[in-house]
């Protein structure tokens, strides 16, 4: 399988401009020699925006790094922490522990993570990701390793299950799948013998790029990075065959010859829809042929209640990926474009350069292996609520109908009779408040990101007060769509240290809403001003003017509201 990039090309990166990147203080540390793996990582940092600072601990020094509170570790204050603990070192220990105890391999191991976690949770606030340990079988049992739990492969599989419930419990710890790499590339590509004997690397050159891909992939993810709309075509992309000429009867889907490859790719794309993925369509396309494959064909996996926006007609497809962009009200490098026509792909790349658009295969038994391979999906937070996000979505698209028929947009806010319910964090909504923290970019004034773990302590800081908002309306419920941090300040000030809103909900007025709450809570709380901050990214320009279309006064490069002259923002929400 052909790899991400060379490492001599991917090496091209450090010679670069890094100026203007986002700053990342990066910790590795590893058992074996990564002065080529920082390379890598420093160099894919750049493909994403990212001037990763990274500094590297000395060969096999990981234990005494974390455990001496006076170390080079603790005084670079790393944001994030890898460490790297490999398999063939942990045979090393295996090899020489008494026969008796090689069956407590796995338990003595994740005692030690568990050490590691603690210490370094201790003296930093940071997240840690770890990379799993990548198959040895040692061939001292055969398969009957798998039947004997003193065996080496046994208790390396042990420990990469502990490892994961590990990361279950502790949300500040990552882990990084390099046993899955591995089983992809292949041994031979990812280990070389000759190299490790030579000079401990137990890493190739020629897998570091894929490694450092992965890892910047989940770092993106923890600032923001990531995708949340799959745009699909149709013909030849959701099923074999033209709808319009075929007829869906004849179009090939189902579990028979080349139809199998294209069910099978509908099921991925139901599964990301199921995880929170928006799915769209944009096809050329009489719009009543288009959707009667998802209304009455039998084999179809995907049906029109899994797509949130759909658009068939015969305009030119960059026109209806803003369509759809504007309906979605989310930024184009947060979308991937998936089209069978190479010409089409060029045509929209030139155009919307900032969305993803991969090159698929011809064959499209290939799509999913191609696809997989892409790793476009990375996450750092999953939620009960994301399953609903299509049907919001979609209920958006009927909000946007709606509206049309208003000539005054008071008229038709007013209509929508909204209500918002306002409680702080609690055990209920912390897991979504950290998601939209980690998801928001647009409407995002300090772009702060907070894990679960970092939402728990703010609950019990009495220097902080938190706040949620839901939103509903007579269409639906948009669930938990604001978060609002206040930190008090010199005591006579509430610094707004976050606030965050979904894009979905724009023009609702809900940023008049939510002042009003926190302007009523500073008052009540015997409070003076409320101040604010921006922060600019490259996604948050949108919301520059914020605190001055509020009436907030800028001041030494703050923005200041006096609370004692607030009057209440006229709004169409109501507490529920």
């Not at 492969?153 to 990552?174: A, D, G, T, W």
């Not at 809103?501 to 609702?508: A, G, H, I, P």
Request: overall charge negative.
């Amino acid at each position: 399988m052909e790899l991400i990039k060379d490492f001599k090309i991917l090496k091209r990166n450090l010679k670069k401009d890094f100026s203007g990147l986002k700053k990342i203080k990066v910790a590795l540390m590893g058992d074996t020699a990564t002065q080529f793996l920082t390379q890598a990582l420093r160099a894919s940092g750049f493909d994403r925006e990212f001037d990763l600072q990274i500094w590297e601990a000395d060969f096999n020094q990981i234990e005494r790094q974390v455990f001496d509170p006076s170390s080079e570790l603790y005084d670079f204050s790393p944001e994030i922490v890898i460490i790297y603990q490999s398999s063939h070192k942990l045979l090393s220990k295996y090899n020489k522990l008494p026969p008796g105890k090689y069956a407590s391999l796995a338990d003595t191991e994740l005692d030690l993570i568990g050490n590691l976690c603690a210490q370094i949770d201790s003296r930093l606030h940071t997240k840690i990701v770890y990379y799993n340990y990548t198959e040895i079988d040692d061939s001292v049992y055969g398969n009957y390793s798998s039947k004997v739990e003193a065996s080496f492969l046994f208790q390396l599989r042990k420990l990469n299950y502990k490892v994961m419930e590990f990361s279950i419990s502790h949300p500040n710890f990552y882990l990084l799948d390099l046993s899955s790499m591995q089983n992809k590339y292949g041994k031979c590509t990812f280990f070389q013998t000759s190299i490790y004997i030579n000079t401990e690397m137990v890493l190739s050159i020629d897998i570091l790029p894929a490694i450092a891909s992965l890892t910047t992939d989940l770092i993106g993810a923890m600032y923001g990075k990531f995708k949340k709309c799959i745009i699909l075509d149709l013909d030849n992309t959701m099923w074999g065959g033209i709808i319009g000429d075929d007829g869906m009867d004849n179009i090939e889907i189902g579990s028979l010859g080349i139809g199998k490859a294209f069910t099978e790719f509908q099921y991925w794309l139901k599964k990301l829809k199921n995880r929170g993925i928006i799915l769209a369509v944009c096809s050329k396309n009489t719009e009543s042929i288009a959707r009667e494959p998802f209304e009455k064909h039998p084999d179809m996996v995907l049906r029109l209640d899994d797509i949130a926006v759909f658009v068939a007609n015969w305009e030119n497809k960059v026109d209806n990926i803003h369509h759809i962009r504007n309906i979605l009200n989310i930024g184009f490098d947060s979308m991937v474009f998936l089209d069978d026509n190479p010409f089409e792909r060029n045509i929209v790349r030139e155009s919307i350069p900032l969305l993803t658009i991969p090159e698929l295969p011809e064959d499209p038994a290939e799509y999913l292996e191609y696809l997989y391979s892409q790793n476009l999906f990375e996450t750092v937070s999953v939620s009960d609520l994301d399953a609903e996000r299509t049907k919001q979505y979609q209920v958006e698209a009927q909000r946007a109908v709606v509206q049309q028929s208003f000539t005054s947009e008071a008229d038709f806010l007013e209509s929508l009779n909204m209500l918002s319910i306002v409680r702080p964090f609690d055990n209920f909504n912390i897991p979504r408040a950290a998601q939209l923290s980690q998801r928001s970019n647009q409407f995002n004034l300090r772009t702060v990101r907070y894990s679960e773990a970092d939402i728990e302590l703010l609950g019990k800081s009495e220097d902080s007060f938190t706040f949620s908002f839901t939103l509903e309306d007579k269409f639906g419920d948009n669930g938990l769509i604001c978060i609002v941090i206040l930190k008090s300040e010199n005591n006579d000030t509430l610094f707004i240290d976050t606030w965050l809103m979904s894009c979905r909900v724009l023009k609702r007025g809900m940023e008049h809403f939510v002042l009003n709450c926190i302007a009523d809570f500073g008052q009540g709380g015997g409070f003076k001003y409320l101040k604010g901050e921006y922060i600019p990214t490259l996604k948050n320009e949108m919301v520059k003017d914020h605190y001055s279309k509020l009436a907030f006064k800028a001041r030494d490069g703050s923005w200041i509201l006096n609370l004692s002259e607030y009057e209440i923002r006229p709004c169409f929400i109501n507490k529920k």
